[in-house]
């Protein structure tokens, strides 16, 4: 069994930065993929971006394109998420997720999900 825990969000000025880790224990080798998602409070679940598991691939949603990197530690077996220029539009609760495919960007490609970690942006 996967299990994937998110950590280090929190409240951040509009303009500011937070980085968030994901770590993984009980690993499938199957797994190619790792992603973020977020969701809001009335809106369904967004993709945020996307890794391969050698870190070699990435991909953005168009909103976050030039402000967040994501990037993988395989030797820690964590994801991390660095947000940066952050703005009162990107407060969501973040989710770390896991798929067998090759970077997909629908939720419904992720099998393994971590509970989520609040990301609130003031203004």
């Known amino acids: 069994q996967v299990q994937l825990v998110e950590s280090g969000g929190g409240l951040v000025q509009a303009g500011g930065s937070l980085r968030l880790s994901c770590a993984a224990s009980?690993?499938?080798?199957?797994?190619?993929?790792m992603g973020w998602f977020r969701q809001a409070p009335g809106k369904e679940r967004e993709f945020v971006s996307a890794i391969s598991r050698s870190g070699s691939s990435t991909v953005y949603a168009d909103s976050v394109k030039g402000r967040f990197t994501m990037s993988i530690d395989n030797a820690k077996n964590t994801v991390y998420l660095q947000m940066n220029s952050l703005k009162p539009v990107d407060t969501a609760v973040y989710y770390c997720?896991?798929?067998?495919?090759?970077?997909?960007?629908?939720?419904?490609?992720?099998?393994?999900w971590g509970q989520g970690t609040q990301v609130t942006v003031s203004s």
């Open positions: 997720a896991a798929a067998p495919s090759t970077l997909p960007v629908s939720s419904r490609q992720y099998i393994y």
């Open positions: 009980g690993g499938a080798s199957w797994t190619s993929t």
